[in-house]
């Protein structure tokens, strides 16, 4: 229950290299933050910096609006699952559920009784005896999100907790972290890779690349007003235009003389992108006279994916994927135009 | 071209079993014989040369102080060589790289150099007491295994292991002694065993170090020997390949031979 602000976070291994290059960052009181991200980005890094496990070289990290820097980690009641789970191996599963607690001086009955109420939230009550290398890798990091969990700590710090389950205990389990963290108001950090994931269960997401936090926004900003093209590419949007001019009002100019209109006005476009699945497929035929923000284009091949076929299509502008519902499906090398609504049509930055 | 080399590594072995285990089981057959010197093969069945081990002081006394001193030696490196394995293996790298070869070095040095070096210092120069002498001499000799096996240890715990019980709110200390303590206590047990059985083995040093009423069992043996060729030597030479043995089985049955090899 605290509100973490990062300031001008930068960090370096060796003293050479930058890994972390001013990061910033706001997580509000009671609120999930996640932190998404290509591998190597630096997520963990961040995590690490936060909890104070590593110096930073510049910037600040406030709690309540006070600098941690000079508390030690131990006091700081955070809590943590790391990327490697880190249980102790030493102890059992209630052992290690239960050592955060006995360090808070948490007796019994109410020791036991948190632990069990933890561990049958997990999953793992029939388990509760057995040693950490007696688990699976899922099991295992099920522990690690409990031992984490039942100490309410006023931050919590997950680094991919869900990456080693299995798809339905992955969304069972994010739902139960976001009850939780709810219910006790929970301020929390969330790394992921899963875009799906992040978006499911975050009220912030900040998607970072290369040390930088390059978009810091609501998840549903983040999602429908992706601002430059990593971000765009990382949460799934798959066509992007070269733009070689900004005409005026919404209107770029592309390749092949091509005219678009967009839905963001700013000489700054670099490219234009717009999701597979808010394109337009319409037959040949019926094709209108009106051919603007249209491309005609030839279907590659398709693939099914249950409730919709992706296409690949082939078009002047190179290779478009497109996404459309199972109700008409069209064949290989049958030509068709493709439809891109302005107001699906978004302008991204450097 | 295959059968060739299963031919050779055949051979190897067993001119390696030749020679490493005749002589063993030369000893122990010349222990029990009743000639005056050790001479093969035995004419007569006798455990008379046992028993001579028991009547010579030296051997007892020899044997005690090896004991002491070897238990003391790997206990004092175990106590030191902990903090420092554990500062080399988590601080800065160019530094600890330094350290490291620093804590290494007596294995570089020559065990005679050492013992000379030890007794011309301490011993003529210092005047201390020769007991303390010999068990920093000895200190010496187990150190690089103690601290060699502590980092191999250390490096393979997973450091994070440790930081999850400072983030759940534990000091670093007691996350020392409740973290790192059980998860390398193989390596701290072996590091010990290897510890005393080359400060019990060791000579150069030992030699050097000893006096009137400081005297290691090898180095008693050396002694008598230059007297005595009797089989009291092979006895007291089985004894001793029979207590390592335990020794080893113990440790293998505890710990596996590979950990203590590595
Ligand atoms: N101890 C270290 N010493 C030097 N460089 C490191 C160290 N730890 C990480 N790095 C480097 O820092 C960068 C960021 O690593 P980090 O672990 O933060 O990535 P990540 O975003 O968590 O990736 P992943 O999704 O794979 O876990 C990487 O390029 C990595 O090689
Ligand atoms: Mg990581």
Redesign the interface.
Known sequence: MARLDVKHLAVSY?GKNKILNDINLTIEDGELVSLLGPSGCGKTTTLRSI?G?IRSNQGQILVDGKDISRI?????????V?Q?Y?????LTVRENVA??LK??HIREPDLSSRVNEMLDIVGLLDYAARFPSQLSGGQQQRVSLA?SLV?HPSLLLLDEPLSNLDAKLRVEMREMIREIQQRLKLTMLFVTHDQSECFAISDHVAVMNKGVIEQFDSSESIYHHPLTEFVAHFIGYENFFQVKKFLKNQKYLLDHNLEFTAADSSPNVISLTIRPEDIEIIEKETENSDNHNQLEGKILFSTYLGDSYRYQIDTPLGIVIAVSGTDKKYLSGQPIVLNFPSQKVLGLSK | MTTNKHLLTKIIGIVTIVFLVFPLILIVVTSFGTEPTISFPIKGFTFAWYANIFSQDSFTQGFITSVVIALLASLASALVGLPAAYALTRGETKFSHFLESVFLAPVMVPEVVLGFSLYSSLVIYARFPLFLSLLFGHFLICMPYTIRLLIGGLEQFDSSIEEASWVLGTSRLSGFFKMVLPNISTSIISGFLLSFINSFNNIPVSVFLSGANVNMLPTSILNYLQNNYDPTVSAISTCLMLLTLIFMLMAEKKLGLKSLIN
């Open positions: 060796n909890a496990l030690p980690v131990y006091k700081r009641n955070f809590g943590m790391f490697s880190a249980l102790f191996p030493q050592f955060g360090n808070q031992r100490t």
